[in-house]
């Protein structure tokens, strides 16, 4: 069974960001135009580069990207080309990714609401979704994957989980076959989001922490076999992540690193699954708590590591 270990967005080892942006506000007051939208992403994705770079020289195979690679790419007072101009640096990074086989997907921010009550938020919703395809189209990602939570609970569960069956229908199919939801740490549980995609036929991403935060007594080695092989025709993906404290309040919150005992407690229920599987680490130190984590699995365990973070159970 192998395991490959990913991080999210930003790199504490190189000073630069892909996130960069500007307010609706400061782009209206100082009379800017697309262009200074173009100039900013373009900047980003130069960025983008280098962490890949940086991802291949460190054999980091999975890899979270920033839903911020463009500025304003979604604000219904904009509309602008942000693919066509920049094409080729798009299939430049494109190529680093495909040639070193990196995994790379995406996960919208809390303004994705698929579910939700309000419809201007569900139309919004679906640009945020084409504008996460287009990135990962523009990049040639095979098998994209964007991650969902279930959103709302407006009128109930029941009622909130139609409204998602309802309105991912109403995608297009080429966003349908991208979509993966994840649990959640408030509303929806493994058992509500496994139902949910299971009627839908689309994968979901177990999320430990948040497994953790929110059951109902359940066994997660009663679900794991069942979540992993809503996976089809790609690795299964786990996000880790350990609670910044056990004070309440603070519970739900990413610690800046995982807990090795935590994680090495889960891997050894995972492995009876015996199904290759990419887990993303949450953490708020990013590379730097994946490779603390590694470290410290390689002290603690008798895995056997084929390079700097993917090792077999």
């Given amino acids: 069974m192998k395991i490959k270990l990913g991080y999210v967005s930003l790199s504490k080892a190189l000073e630069c960001t892909a996130s960069s942006t500007i307010t609706y506000t400061n782009y209206v007051n100082k009379n800017y135009?697309?262009?200074?939208?173009?100039?900013?992403?373009?900047?980003n994705l130069y960025a983008l580069e280098k962490l890949m770079i940086y991802n291949v020289k460190n054999n980091i195979h999975f890899y979270r990207l920033t839903s911020k690679l463009v500025p304003l790419a979604t604000h219904n007072k904009i509309s602008f080309d942000y693919i066509t101009p920049l094409k080729h640096t798009y299939e430049q990074i494109g190529k680093i990714i495909n040639d070193n086989k990196i995994r790379v997907d995406t996960h919208p921010d809390q303004f994705a609401v698929l579910n939700s009550m309000d419809k201007k938020?569900?139309?919004?919703?679906?640009?945020?979704?084409?504008?996460?395809?287009?990135?990962?189209?523009?990049?040639?990602?095979?098998?994209?994957?964007?991650?969902?939570?279930?959103?709302?609970?407006?009128c109930g569960k029941k009622a909130s989980i139609t409204r998602f069956i309802n309105n991912f229908n109403k995608l297009?199919?080429?966003?349908?076959?991208?979509?993966?939801?994840?649990?959640?740490?408030?509303?929806?549980?493994?058992?509500?989001?496994?139902?949910l995609c299971n009627k839908l036929n689309i994968p979901m991403?177990?999320?430990?922490?948040?497994?953790?935060?929110?059951?109902?007594?359940?066994?997660?080695?009663?679900?794991?076999?069942?979540?992993?092989?809503?996976?089809?025709?790609?690795?299964?993906?786990?996000?880790?992540?350990?609670?910044?404290?056990?004070?309440?309040?603070?519970?739900?919150?990413?610690?800046?690193?995982?807990?090795s005992n935590d994680f090495i407690n889960f891997i050894e229920l995972l492995k009876n699954c015996n199904k290759d599987v990419d887990i993303m680490i949450e953490a708020k130190a990013k590379d730097d708590a994946l490779f603390r984590l590694v470290r410290e699995l390689k002290y603690k365990t008798n895995y056997k590591f084929i390079d700097e973070t993917t090792f077999l159970v």
């Fill in 205 to 259: 991403v177990l999320d430990y922490h948040h497994y953790v935060c929110n059951d109902e007594g359940e066994k997660i080695e009663d679900y794991l076999p069942q979540i992993l092989n809503t996976w089809k025709n790609i690795n299964p993906k786990i996000h880790f992540s350990s609670p910044k404290s056990k004070l309440k309040k603070e519970f739900r919150s990413h610690h800046d690193y995982v807990n």
């Fill in 121 to 154: 938020i569900v139309k919004n919703t679906f640009e945020i979704l084409e504008y996460h395809y287009k990135i990962l189209s523009a990049l040639e990602i095979k098998n994209p994957i964007i991650i969902l939570h279930t959103g709302s609970s407006a």
């Fill in 33 to 43: 135009d697309v262009d200074k939208l173009l100039e900013i992403t373009k900047s």
């Fill in 172 to 195: 297009p199919e080429h966003i349908k076959k991208c979509i993966a939801v994840e649990n959640d740490d408030k509303i929806y549980n493994i058992k509500d989001v496994l139902s």
